[in-house]
């Protein structure tokens, strides 16, 4: 069984000019995005080999530096261009392409993240999926053949 953690970037700046995928984090988002680091790490504290796909938008890239620079983790990191506005069927893609991993750490972005929770696990699951939120997920497949019929919800958290 591996976990899949789907983890929304911290609050982002709206500077005025700046195209939506260089936005970066806003001054409560710097704050916020460390605050994940210890619950992140709780939520993996069995997993010995961690894979961190990581889109490519600057506050997605910021929020995954202030996480991982609150822990002391070796994670593997890929910038993953393809999750920058990614859908659920894009974001199932690149979990199927993983080769090894104990845990996938998916840092992205909405609606992508909650409508993949809500396909994955039901409509039910969560209420919405906020800023510097992420849900861990438990899957009892392969990577490569992953699917939501092997997908339970575990915790689900905002770092506020």
Same mark, same amino acid.
């Given at each position: 069984?591996?976990?899949?953690?789907?983890?929304?970037?911290?609050?982002?700046?709206?500077?005025?000019?700046?195209?939506?995928?260089?936005?970066?984090?806003?001054?409560?988002?710097?704050?916020?995005?460390? $605050?994940?680091?210890?619950?992140?790490?709780?939520?993996?504290?069995?997993? &010995?080999?961690?894979?961190? $796909?990581?889109?490519?938008?600057?506050?997605?890239?910021?929020?995954?530096?202030?996480?991982?620079?609150?822990?002391?983790?070796?994670?593997?990191?890929?910038?993953?261009?393809?999750?920058?506005? &990614?859908?659920?069927?894009?974001?199932?893609?690149?979990?199927?392409?993983?080769?090894?991993?104990?845990?996938?750490?998916?840092?992205?972005?909405?609606?992508?993240?909650?409508?993949?929770?809500?396909?994955?696990?039901?409509?039910?699951?969560?209420?919405?999926?906020?800023?510097?939120? @992420?849900?861990?997920?438990?899957?009892?497949?392969?990577?490569?053949?992953?699917?939501?019929?092997?997908?339970?919800?575990?915790? @689900?958290?905002?770092?506020?």
């Amino acid at each position: 069984m591996g976990l899949l953690v789907l983890m929304r970037h911290a609050k982002s700046d709206y500077p005025p000019g700046v195209p939506d995928h260089r936005r970066p984090l806003a001054k409560r988002g710097r704050r916020e995005a460390p $605050l994940m680091a210890p619950l992140l790490n709780r939520e993996l504290v069995e997993s &010995a080999w961690v894979l961190a $796909l990581v889109s490519d938008a600057v506050r997605s890239q910021q929020t995954w530096a202030a996480v991982s620079g609150a822990w002391n983790r070796r994670v593997r990191v890929e910038t993953a261009p393809a999750l920058y506005e &990614a859908e659920v069927s894009a974001i199932a893609d690149r979990v199927r392409s993983v080769e090894s991993a104990d845990a996938v750490i998916v840092v992205g972005h909405n609606p992508g993240l909650e409508d993949s929770v809500r396909a994955w696990v039901g409509h039910e699951a969560i209420d919405r999926f906020p800023t510097s939120a @992420f849900a861990v997920l438990e899957c009892d497949q392969p990577w490569a053949t992953f699917d939501r019929g092997a997908v339970r919800l575990r915790s @689900f958290h905002v770092a506020r």
